[in-house]
Nanobody, 117 residues
């Protein structure tokens, strides 16, 4: 069982930066991703990182502004968010899966990010 715990959310202004953290024992063995769900919106993919950290992929809406990374020695995945916009306001969720799982099996409780204009 992997228990994901997110942290790092908060209230910031347009153009600011924020770093999210996702930690779990054994997380280094899992592919990890960030999703977000804005007010009145469906949950959407933000970024994903391979188990080794060698491969990443991003939603078009965050490319060039967000960076996903991981420190497997600390069993932690990060989401560095720069040049934040009001439309980035959402609850951000960390998710994890093994290579053989068809979908993300483990989810965190979410952390709120609010970007004021």
């Amino acid at each position: 069982q992997v228990q994901l715990v997110e942290s790092g959310g908060g209230l910031v202004q347009t153009g600011d930066s924020l770093r999210l953290f996702c930690a779990a024992s054994g997380l280094s063995s899992y592919l990890a991703a960030w999703f977000r769900q804005g007010p009145g919106k469906e949950r959407q993919f933000v970024a994903v990182i391979s188990e080794s950290g060698a491969t990443t992929n991003y939603a078009d809406s965050v490319k060039g502004r967000f960076t996903i990374s991981r420190d497997n020695a600390k069993n932690t995945v990060y989401l560095q968010m720069n040049i934040l916009k009001p439309e980035d306001t959402a609850v951000y969720y960390c998710a994890a899966k093994t290579a053989t799982m068809p979908s993300y099996h483990y989810w965190g409780q979410g952390t709120q990010v609010t970007v004021s204009s």
